[in-house]
């Protein structure tokens, strides 16, 4: 008596598999990336399609991934190797499917994907495009609708929309999906279906008016669809950024951690989609969406101004979050010319420039010490009316701090730094882990010696992978990490010392 709401499970079984689901669409005449329909065993086999049939740059794909997981480039043939091992474990650790296919590497496409709705009854229609083309590690971080790429070109929208409407059909789709693609030098090919809601679904309900989850609804209990396709009408501009606890400064670090205070912008044409508050907490075992960022306004340009603004307005302490790249993002040229703005997501340097502003310096004592803060109550009166004020600042000398700690001297001042026992300073031959995750592979040994930039180990941290290497060249002395273990951020990953250094062998 239960009526799943969605896709029937032949369709999802069809779309799940990407192997499978270009099989389907080329018998059905939709365009696919060139490439393999069958899974690839071993990387003997995958060096004879790349040199052979595809060329280099080619993508290795996990056959059951999606969102990003299971998706790596060899560049050349020195790099098929660890794209295919790498492809593999994460299939296998996200999708438990460690099989991969072949496709042509696009360099610098446009993603671009067609938003469709179908009911039981033979309908289908798709409601426009957005586009997804700025990515990390191929994971979407701004969505827009329409397309700048189809605007420019009139005919583009019914084209790719009737590729959306004939793959759905190739699956009796019934409900909401995507059919994603990629587009680049006038060709649009299908890169695989959704199906299911997509995070970025908003921004089409925020240009058509069309409550999609809604539409959902109603093709499951049996209704049509609400809408023709001639009563689909995109108006004005929609964009979508993802708040993430990510450091981007960082190279988007994972940034788990506790909000303190949390308020969202607010205003016309201005949506928020999150489930997080004030003290709420973002766990590092799951993806590290914060929430979604929707704006709407009467084209491009007024819409990147009214989220430059909403992003502004935004505050969530505590939590380190993707806010400031993306506000610095929307004000590049890059993004008023409607690029794919790959190259900034990719220069580690920029990203370093979108650091949120440092906190004002802490009050020190005499040798450079933080001072201790309290906080004290006064009431005051002002023009006849009285205040009850909170003071914070640091303690007056003799004060006593409460909660000042073990081994705080009477008065509450801490002990000077020459009173204290010294820490172990790792200095500059420690490597320590830069954020918390679990180890999820260690690749050197201890005694090895390594080169600066070489891979350590790889940490799992909120969904993503998270290459850890080598800050200098030298020998590993110590590496007090092992597979499988949690690790927090600071903890030590290895001690790497100048050759000179190392312990001589037994």
Known sequence: GITFIGPPASAIDAMGSKTAARDLMKAAGVPIVPGTTETVET???????????????????????????????ALTEDELEGAFEGASREGEK??????????????????????????????????????????????????????????????????????????????????????????QDGEYFFLEMNTRVQVEHCVTEMVTGIDIVKEGIRAAAGLPLSYTQEQVELRGHAIECRINA?????????????????????????????????????SPMYDPMVSKLIVWDVDREAATQRMIRALEEYEIEGLTTLIPFHDALLKTEQWANAETCKDLVEDKDWLKSTAPAPAPPKPTDDDG?????????????????????????PAFAGAVVAGAGAGAPAGGKKAKRSERKAGGAGGPDLLEAPLQGNMWKVVVEKGQTVE???????????????????????????????????????????????????PAAE
Not at 45 to 51: G, P, V
Not at 262 to 277: A, T
């Open 43 to 73: 990387v003997a086999d995958a060096m004879k399609i790349a040199k052979d049939e595809i060329g280099f740059p080619v993508a290795v794909k996990a056959a059951g991934g999606g969102g990003g997981k299971g998706f790596r480039v």
């Open 452 to 502: 600066e930039g070489q891979l350590l180990c790889i940490i799992e941290a909120m969904k993503m992978e998270n290459e850890i290497t080598a800050h200098k060249a030298g020998v590993i002395e110590d590496l007090p990490i092992k597979e499988g273990a949690a690790i927090q951020a600071g903890d030590p990953i290895a001690r790497i010392v100048s050759p000179a250094a190392a």
């Open 246 to 282: 990510e450091n981007a400064a960082k190279n988007f670090t994972p940034a788990p951690g506790k909000i303190g205070a949390y308020r969202e912008p607010s205003g016309p044409g201005v949506r928020v989609d999150s489930g997080v508050g004030p003290g709420g907490e973002v």
């Open 369 to 393: 010490e933080p001072l201790e803060t309290v906080e004290q109550s006064y009431t005051v009166e002002v023009s006849g009316r009285r205040f009850d004020v909170n003071v914070i600042g």
């Open 94 to 183: 996200f999708f438990s499917d460690g099989r991969v296919y072949l496709e042509r590497y696009l360099p610098n496409p446009r993603h671009v994907e067609v938003q469709i709705i179908a009911d039981k009854h033979g309908n289908c229609i798709h409601l426009g495009e957005r586009d997804c083309s700025i990515q990390r590690r191929h994971q979407k971080l701004i969505e827009e609708s329409p397309a700048p790429v189809v605007e420019a070109d009139p005919g583009l929208r019914d084209r790719i929309g009737q590729i959306g409407v004939n793959a759905a059909k190739a699956v009796d789709y019934v409900g909401a999906g995507t059919i994603e693609g990629l587009f």
